[in-house]
């Protein structure tokens, strides 16, 4: 709704402190979502008998000291517990997403943000100290709870805050910091080669996020979609102040809106309504696709190229360094290119170097092609993320992301599978990857457009959007 950002400012010294404070939690989001990279890295192993298997292998302890493979045995016919206990993580995280998602949509952005940062530090601690394999994987099944709950409400807080001229370059930004977490952390592994050490160190670095207790803000979209006028008029008088404008029309502005919306205001929205209505429904579906095909291609491909160099420390920095690019090259196309088209673009572009791949020696040009596609699919990632934010109205906007980003672990569950279909074919993998961002680019022509369009704060605008695009709020009618 224009009237907040009128009266608060578009992005003003508050909204670039908030913005700082928010963008924190995603470093923390990445050390741990990329953290099994070395929890349980390639080891080498002997046996006493020259037997390939056996029950006292000889680590080889050079490069790490230990890690959760050389601690619980997990080798031969366990060593598919490796890979289990991070689909286990990333299962919490697709439940953290749908359960903090509607949470924050019921009881507001800063009761869940802070619960779930408080969940975040308290299980990543405790996961350093635990004793068994199994012990562990189920605490780090509540950290990606925690990872998924803060990872949602975090970008929809943001984005409820900031002016529509500034959404397209912050949702780009707000990936900034966990592709930095994941460059930092072949830092934390070069130095720290205990997993329990490691564990524990990275878990300790989000502890900052603890200030949020004292210093996270409500949303004033939220406060009023829900009828808390009171509490939302003086948040904003004092957002406004701090951005040094004036406050005396803040309170009759905002109880005229109430009124001219009051019998949309009164319902609160909930999961299913998302699905109760033909445009809403159609839109969460096709959404949330492309997110599943996102972080299918991002993660599986980047697990399907892994082998571009035997160091993984180069390995960890130059896949987290194409992220890194996508964000700062997405900045501008997000400025100038409408999210349909931007999408829709990328997604073709991916698919064509993933399809390539199937097609080429292997080598440096299948690398290169790998890389490329997972830049695209990085960008189309950063896109969906605003895209999402933008189509779907307030009372519902944490649990649609929710929903997506739930997808979105569906996607990075399944990725490890295909990226192992290699002995059935060198070119199953690079298809059964490539095939899908088609799919989701053909799909995506079915999406309105949300480019310049305000943020809906109904159900009722959530379902107008699109079937009248002449109803939605430019900038350029925002800014007279």
Avoid at 164 to 178: E, G, I, K, N, T
Avoid at 280 to 305: D, E, K, P, Q
Avoid at 378 to 391: D, N, T, W
Avoid at 448 to 463: H, R, S, V, W, Y
Wanted: hydrophobic content about 50%; aromatic content about 12%.
């Amino acid at each position: 709704m224009v009237l907040i950002n009128n009266l608060i400012g578009n992005f003003g010294k508050y909204h670039l402190w908030l913005t700082f404070i928010i963008l924190v939690n995603k470093f923390g989001v990445g050390l741990h979502q990329m953290a099994i990279i070395f929890l349980a890295p390639p080891t080498q192993f002997t046996c006493p008998d020259e037997s390939e298997c056996c029950d006292n292998p000889i680590y080889n302890t050079t490069l790490f000291k230990r890690t959760i493979i050389t601690e619980w045995h997990l080798i031969c016919k366990d060593s598919w517990l490796k890979d289990f206990t991070q689909t286990v993580f990333q299962f919490g995280v697709l439940i953290g997403s749908l359960i903090f998602g509607a949470a924050s949509d019921r009881y507001g952005r800063r009761k869940t943000l802070i619960f779930a940062v408080v969940m975040e530090s308290l299980t990543g601690i405790v996961a350093s100290f635990l004793p068994d394999f199994w012990s562990f994987t189920i605490i780090r099944m509540f950290l990606g709870i925690s990872v998924g709950g803060i990872m949602v409400i975090g970008f929809v807080l943001l984005m409820e805050y900031v002016g529509v001229m500034y959404r397209d370059a912050l949702s780009a930004l707000f990936h900034v910091p966990f592709t930095m977490g994941h460059i930092a952390l072949a830092l934390f592994g070069y130095y720290i080669r205990d997993y329990t050490h490691l564990q524990l160190a990275i878990s300790v670095v989000n502890m900052i996020l603890l200030f949020y207790i004292c210093i996270l803000p409500e949303s004033p979209r939220w406060l009023l979609a829900i009828n808390k006028s009171s509490k939302a008029i003086a948040l904003m008088e004092r957002v406004a102040k701090f951005n040094n404008l004036p406050t005396d029309e803040i309170p009759t502005m905002t109880e005229l809106y109430q009124m001219e919306h009051k019998s949309a205001r009164m319902k609160r929205g909930s999961i299913l309504d998302l699905f109760r209505t033909p445009n809403m429904r159609r839109n969460i579906l096709i959404m949330a696709f492309l997110w599943l095909v996102c972080s299918y291609c991002f993660y599986g491909v980047a697990h399907y190229i892994s082998h571009l160099t035997g160091d993984i420390y180069t390995n960890v920095i130059a896949s987290g360094s194409v992220a890194l690019c996508s964000c700062f090259v997405s900045i501008p196309l997000i400025r100038f290119l409408k999210r349909k088209t931007l999408v829709i673009a990328s997604e073709l572009a991916s698919s064509i170097c993933l399809i390539l791949i199937a097609f080429v020696p292997e080598g440096t040009i299948s690398i290169v092609l790998g890389c490329t596609g997972v830049f695209f699919t990085f960008m189309v990632f950063i896109v969906v993320y605003l895209y999402c934010s933008e189509m779907f109205p307030t009372v519902v906007r944490n649990a649609a992301i929710g929903i997506c980003s739930m997808m979105a672990r569906v996607g990075s569950m399944i990725a490890p599978f295909v990226a192992g279909l290699r002995p059935f074919g060198i070119w199953c993998a690079p298809v059964a990857f490539g095939i899908f961002p088609l799919i989701s680019a053909v799909l995506c022509l079915l999406l309105p457009e949300t480019k310049n369009c305000e943020l809906p704060m109904t159900i009722e605008e959530g379902e107008a959007l699109g079937r009248n695009q002449n109803q939605n709020i430019t900038v350029a009618e925002e800014l007279t």
